[in-house]
């Protein structure tokens, strides 16, 4: 009898190691990640025009693909954002509703680094901190209904850049998924490149504050 309770007490010291490391997180492969937030801009510096950065809460839609090593992941972060605002007036001498759609649609790419700087006892919840430096271009149109006949100038091209830096949380709901929430500041710098030297509008940057949820997967 006293040598049967050994035994089970043998096995059951070697069966808790393998439980414990079941909860823990994968420590290294290729990580993917998607989120979603919004951006709540309360600074703005530079000109204005008839586009560039509108001064609202924008959503926004995030993807990152690198690998994770340890405490580290480190990738290439892609993000998403739009601003579509319509009006509609009416032209007296003809009574003819004239309806207009204005659109900003942005796309940015560039590095991310994230690292989770404590962990808890069991390493399935961390406190992170997240840095992203982003490259865009910002796309605007303007569609009008009835149409509109005539010649269609050139407009000026753009280029953005986008910076966020944030601590956040994550929770490791299984070895190779994590659900995740940050929270810091972040901006945009809208770069007006124009044609013949005439610029239609002007450089300017919106700073705030903005969150993010996600998930990764670590494979």
Known sequence: MVALAALAVGLGAFAAPAVAAAEEQ???????????GARFYMLNTGGTGATGLPNV???????MAGYKTGRIVLGLGLEFANNTASQ???????????SQTTSDSSFLIGPEFQAALLRSADNRVELIADV??????????????????????????????????????????????ALQAVTGFGGQAFFDLPVNNNPANGNNSQHG???????MGVF
């Open 26 to 36: 994968a420590e290294s492969g290729f990580a993917l990640e998607a989120s979603i």
């Open 57 to 63: 809460a924008l959503p926004q839609v995030g993807l």
């Open 88 to 98: 509609a007036m009416t032209i007296p001498l003809t009574n003819t509703v004239v």
């Open 132 to 177: 992203a430096l982003h490259f865009g271009h910002q796309f605007h149109e303007v569609t009008t209904s009835p149409a509109t006949t005539g010649t269609t100038a050139a407009t000026d091209s753009n280029f953005l850049l986008s910076y966020a830096v944030a601590p956040g949380v994550r929770f490791w709901a299984h070895p190779h998924l």
């Open 209 to 215: 504050i903005f969150t993010s949820f996600g998930a």
